[in-house]
Nanobody, 124 residues
Framework: QVQLVESGGGLVQAGGSLRLSCAAS????????MGWFRQAPGKEREFVGA????????YYADSVKGRFTISRDNAKNTGYLQMNSLKPEDTAVYYC?????????????????WGQGTQVTVSS
């Protein structure tokens, strides 16, 4: 069993930055991948990006590429989503998730464990 606890959401003006954290506990996380998703009101949950813990390989949705960066701290078993140049359309509840998987990571149904979600609001 893996537990994920998110932090770092909030309100920011367009063009600003926020960093989300996702602390993992319960199992050795080295064989997992951590994904980040978001869900805006009335919309489906969408893939933001992911990181493979062992290789540090990262993947991003086109909508955030060049603005968002995913990283991880092995010692703290924590993943991060650094969000820069935020836009009002980035407003959503953001979730981290975990899965042990080789292969694609861009579909929410692949993930076994989820954080509680954190609200990010970008004002224009």
């Amino acid at each position: 069993q893996v537990q994920l606890v998110e932090s770092g959401g909030g309100l920011v003006q367009a063009g600003g930055s926020l960093r989300l954290s996702c602390a993992a506990s319960g199992r050795t996380f080295s064989s997992y991948a951590m994904g980040w998703f978001r869900q805006a009101p009335g919309k489906e949950r969408e893939f933001v990006g992911a990181i493979r813990w062992r290789s540090d390989s990262t993947y991003y949705a086109d909508s955030v590429k060049g603005r968002f960066t995913i990283s991880r701290d092995n010692a703290k078993n924590t993943g991060y989503l650094q969000m820069n140049s935020l836009k009002p359309e980035d407003t959503a509840v953001y979730y981290c998730a975990a899965v042990r998987r080789i292969g694609s990571l861009d579909y929410s149904g692949l993930y076994d464990y989820w954080g509680q979600g954190t609200q990010v609001t970008v004002s224009s």
